[in-house]
C-alpha cells in the first residue's frame, strides 16, 4: 500500500475530493449549502460515537447570524461544531436522543433545549414514521458520494433511516477520512411494518449489505468538501477499581460460560463506552473461558476490541461506530483490509436491534451512575433531575440480552458517594430486566430472587463503609411490610446528600 | 355437531378421558401423580389468564400434610388451587413471575414466599437456559395426551418451554375441556441462541405450527383425570370513566390512523387483560378507522374480541389465552370450527416476543397504576412497596410497540388519589417507551416532547381537583432546574397520602 503524504495519525495516503465525488453533483460552499437548512429546520446529523458527524455546514450554520431554532437529531453523540457551536449561537431548540458535550448538556438542564432520551434501536422509526419529528433535511458526512448514492464515515448510526426520512440531503465529503472505511459499512434498511420481514443476519460477522447508502437523487441538495478531522477517544488508564471491577466480572463470567447451554461455542459481548468498558473487554479477554470464541455484537468499536483481534480471541466485531484513540485508529486505518475482515459496521438500528440481541444471545455488559437495592437501574441521571449524557443503547442491550449485567464502581465522588442507593431518583432498566451486577466488592447474582433477597446481595457489593446505613435503611423499610419495602419518607435521602 | 350432554357452559358434547388419552400412558390419581413432585421441587404449570391450569395435583400436594417447600413458575396467572390452596397449606416458597389472587400476594407482600416479576417473553429462556431455576417438574392440562404429545386446553403460555426444561412431567387431561381447543393451539419452539432462527410468521393470523406440544416420553410420568373446569372471567360493566377514556382513545386512534403509512391497510392492536381493556376494545371497534382491517395481536382473547370477529371488523386474534366470561365460553365452543379459523393461541415467547411486535407494528394498549409526570409508568405496585400482580405482558408491548399508549382513569379510591402522580414510586415502564397517556380528561400525546413538555400534557390529563397541587410541584421542581424537574424532599407527598 502506497504510504505517500501521511494522514496526521497515520494512515493511508489523502484520497481527493474530486476522487471520492462521482457525476454530476450539486458541489457547494458550506455557506451556500447551509441556506438548504431552513430557519426551524428538523435536521438529521450523521455521526455515533462523535465520530462520523458533519462538521462544516453546522458551524457555519452557528456562525451565520440567523435566527435559528433548530430541531437537531442525531442517532448517537457528536463533536462540537454541532453540540457546541450551535447550543452557543442559541439555534438549537430541540435535540434527539443523545449529547455528550457540557454546552449543550447545561442547555438542556436549564429547559433552554427541548430533549427527549431515546433508544438508538427504535430511533429510525421514531423519526420515520413514529410522529416524532417531521424531518425536512439530512446533513451527513460521506468519505464518497455519487448522483444516488454515497458511503458513510467513521458511523453508521441512523444515517441510512435519517437519509430516507429527510426531503433534503446535504452530503460533507471529508477528505480527511480514509476511503478504506468504505471496507467497514454493512448497510441494511429494515422494512416497514407490517410488512417487515426478520433481518437476514445468521451470524454477527455476516455481511447483508454493501457500503452504500441509497439514495433518491432528487433530494442532493449541497455536496461539500471538508478535510476537518473526527476528534479521536481519550481512554484514560485503567484505576484500580476498575481492575477490581473487571477481575470480578471475569470471574463470573468464566463459572458462567460453564454453566449455561449458550455458551457451549461461543461467547457474544456487547460493553458500554468508555474507559471501564474498554478495561472490562481486556479482563474478558483475559479470562479462561476454554476454547470458547469470542464475538463482539454491541455499539461501538473501541481499542479494546482491536487488542483482542491482534491476539486472535475475537472471530468477529459488529458495531455502528469506530470510537478510537489516535492510535486505534492509525492501527485500523494503516491495516484496513486486515481487519476489515473482522469488523463492520451496521445502522443502529441492526446494531441495537432487539430481535438480533435475543438471536444471538448477546452478554450485555453496560456502567450505570447507580443501581438500587431491588435492581433498578439509573444510567442517565444525577439526583433525579439533572441529565447526563441519555440512555444510548444501554436499554437495547440490557433488556433483550439473556444476560444483564451492570458493571459500576461502588462509589463516586473520590467514595463520598454510594452507587449503591436505597432507590434510584431515574430508572433507566427496571428490575424486571437486571441480571447481574458488579462491583470493585464483588459480584450480585440477581436471577431468581425476590427483591428482599437482592438487597442483601447489593448491599454486600457496597463499599463497607454505607453497608451499615444500607442496613439500617432496609430494616426501616422492612418493618413497613411489602414485596419491595421501602419508606418514602426517607428512601431520598441519600440521594440529597449527593 | 352433536349436542348430546351438554357442557355447563353450553358447548359440545363431553368426550371421555379414554378417548382422550392414545397409546400406553401411566395413568395415576392425583395422589400417586403428586409424589413424582419433590418436597422442595421447582415445578413448572401450564396456565395463563387464570385458566387452562393444572387443578388436582396442585390441590393434592396441598392437602397432603407433607412439610414443602415448593418453587412455582406459571405462564401467568392461575387459579385458587395453586395460588390460595398451595399458599394457605405454606407450601409454596417461591414463586414466578405472575400472580392474581389475594392469599399468594398478601404472603409476597409478607416476605413469606419469594417473587420476582418478570417479563412474559423472555420467561420461558429465563427458566430453560437463564439461571432463574433448575427446572424439576411439569405439571399440565391437556384436553388429549400420547405417549410423546399432548393438546394444551384454554391456555398456552409457557408450557411448552416449560415441558422442553423439566426433567419430569405431569399431565392432567381435564374432560370437562372441549376437544375443540386443539382447534387453537399453534405450537412453535424458538430455538437455543446463538442459532436461534428469526420466527417464520408473516402475518399475525399465520399458523406455523399445529396442536401438540412435543415431548421425550422418558419425561412423562403420571397423567391424571379430571373435570375440575376453569372458573370463567367476570367483566364488570364499563362504568362512565371507561367510556370517557374510550372514547378518547378512539378519537385519537382516529386521527392517527390517518397520519402514519403503518396503518394504510390495517391496524394491529394489542390491549391489557381486564373490563377497562375490554371495554377499548369495543371503543376502537366503533371508531371510524376507513376501511382498515382490525388485527388483534396480544396476550388474551376477551369477549369484546369476540363481538369484533362476529361484527366482522376483526380479520384475525393472536393470543395465548382464552380469558373469556361463561357466556365468551360459550360462543367460542359452539362455534369453534368457525372461530377457529381466526382466532388462535400461540405461545407466551412468540405471542409477546419483541421482534414480532416490532415487525407487525403492534399498538399497545395497557392500564396502569400510575404514571408520573415525565412519563414513567407503574403497573406493578402500590406506594413502592406493595406487589399486585405483576408486569405480564405489559412491558413486551409497551418497550417494542410503534406506538405504545397507557389508557387509565386519572384517579383511584372513589376520585381520593390521582394516578397522574409527580414521580411514580416503582418504575415498569420507563420515560424511553411511553408515547401516549389517554384518561377520562384527555390525550396527551408524548411523542417527541421533552419532560417539562411532558409534565404539562400530563397536568391536563389529570383530574381537575388534582391540577394546582401538580401546578405547585412543577413550579417548586422547575425552580431548583435540572432536564427532570424534581424536589426529591416532597416528590412522595402524595403517595405517602395513598
Redesign the interface.
Same mark, same amino acid.
Given at each position: 500500500m502506497a504510504r505517500g503524504h501521511r494522514h496526521p495519525a497515520g494512515g493511508p495516503r489523502r484520497v481527493s475530493f474530486e476522487a471520492r465525488t462521482k457525476g454530476d453533483l450539486p458541489v457547494a460552499s458550506p455557506e451556500t449549502a447551509s441556506e438548504h437548512v431552513g430557519d426551524d429546520a428538523t435536521m438529521l446529523v450523521s455521526g455515533f460515537g462523535s465520530v462520523g458527524y458533519p462538521k462544516l455546514v453546522p458551524e457555519t450554520l452557528a456562525e451565520s447570524g440567523r435566527d435559528l431554532s433548530l430541531a437537531v437529531v442525531s442517532g448517537g453523540s457528536v463533536g462540537e461544531e454541532i453540540d457546541v457551536a450551535l447550543v452557543e449561537a442559541d439555534a438549537m431548540a430541540?435535540r434527539?436522543p443523545f449529547q455528550a458535550r457540557d454546552a449543550i448538556r447545561e442547555a438542556?438542564?436549564?429547559?433552554e433545549v427541548?430533549?427527549?432520551?431515546?433508544?438508538i434501536s427504535?430511533l429510525g422509526?421514531?423519526v420515520q414514521?413514529?410522529?416524532?419529528?417531521d424531518p425536512d433535511i439530512a446533513v451527513v458526512e460521506a468519505v464518497s458520494v455519487g448522483e444516488d448514492w454515497l458511503v458513510p464515515s467513521t458511523s453508521l448510526g441512523l444515517t441510512p433511516a435519517f437519509i430516507e426520512s429527510a426531503d433534503e440531503l446535504i452530503v460533507e465529503v471529508n477528505t480527511a477520512q480514509p476511503r478504506a472505511l468504505e471496507q467497514f459499512h454493512d448497510v441494511y434498511r429494515p422494512e416497514? #411494518?407490517?410488512?417487515? !420481514?426478520?433481518?437476514p443476519l445468521?451470524?454477527p460477522g455476516e455481511r447483508i449489505g454493501d457500503a452504500r447508502i441509497q439514495f433518491d437523487p432528487a433530494k442532493l441538495s449541497a455536496v461539500v468538501e471538508t478535510d476537518r478531522r473526527d476528534v479521536p477517544y481519550e481512554f484514560r488508564d485503567p484505576t484500580e477499581t476498575d481492575l477490581e471491577i473487571a477481575a470480578n466480572l471475569g470471574a463470573f463470567m468464566e463459572r458462567?460460560v460453564d454453566?449455561? #447451554?449458550?455458551y457451549e !461455542?461461543?461467547v457474544?459481548l456487547q460493553f458500554g463506552v468508555g474507559s471501564l468498558g474498554n478495561a472490562l473487554m481486556r479482563a474478558i479477554g483475559d479470562a479462561d473461558l476454554g476454547d470458547r470464541d469470542l464475538i463482539y455484537y454491541g455499539e461501538v468499536i473501541q481499542d479494546g476490541l482491536l487488542d483482542l483481534l491482534d491476539d486472535g480471541k475475537l472471530e468477529a466485531a459488529s458495531a455502528t461506530s469506530l470510537a478510537l484513540s489516535a492510535e486505534g485508529q492509525t492501527r485500523l486505518f494503516e491495516s484496513a483490509d486486515r481487519y476489515a475482515e473482522d469488523v463492520l459496521l451496521r445502522p443502529g438500528d441492526v446494531s441495537n436491534r432487539?430481535?438480533l440481541i435475543?438471536?444471538?444471545?448477546v452478554v450485555a455488559i453496560n456502567s450505570a451512575v447507580g443501581v438500587d437495592l431491588y435492581g433498578?437501574v439509573n444510567s442517565t441521571?444525577v439526583?433525579?433531575?439533572?441529565?447526563i449524557s441519555g440512555?444510548g443503547g444501554s436499554?437495547d442491550f440490557t433488556?433483550?440480552a439473556?444476560?444483564s449485567i451492570i458493571a459500576l464502581p461502588s462509589t463516586a465522588a473520590g467514595g463520598e458517594v454510594s452507587r449503591i442507593v436505597p432507590?434510584v431518583?431515574?430508572?433507566?432498566?427496571?428490575?424486571?430486566?437486571l441480571?447481574v451486577v458488579v462491583t470493585e466488592h464483588g459480584v450480585a447474582?440477581l436471577?431468581?430472587?425476590?427483591?428482599?433477597?437482592r438487597a442483601r446481595e447489593l448491599r454486600e457489593c457496597a463499599a463497607p463503609s454505607f453497608r451499615s446505613a444500607l442496613d439500617e435503611y432496609l430494616d426501616r423499610?422492612?418493618a413497613?411490610?411489602?414485596?419491595?419495602?421501602?419508606d418514602?419518607?426517607t428512601?431520598?435521602d441519600w440521594?440529597?446528600g449527593e
Open positions: 430541540r434527539y438542556i438542564n436549564a429547559g427541548a430533549f427527549a432520551d431515546r433508544h427504535t422509526d421514531d414514521f413514529g410522529g416524532m419529528v416497514i #411494518p407490517p410488512n417487515r !420481514e426478520p433481518i445468521s451470524h458462567e454453566r449455561s #447451554p449458550l !461455542e461461543s457474544r432487539a430481535s435475543d438471536r444471538f444471545g433498578h441521571n439526583n433525579g433531575s439533572r441529565l440512555i436499554g433488556r433483550n439473556p444476560l432507590m431518583p431515574h430508572v433507566d432498566h427496571t428490575e424486571h430486566d441480571d447474582d436471577r431468581g430472587l425476590s427483591p428482599r433477597e423499610a422492612t413497613a411490610g411489602g414485596h419491595v419495602p421501602h418514602l419518607e428512601v431520598f440521594t440529597d
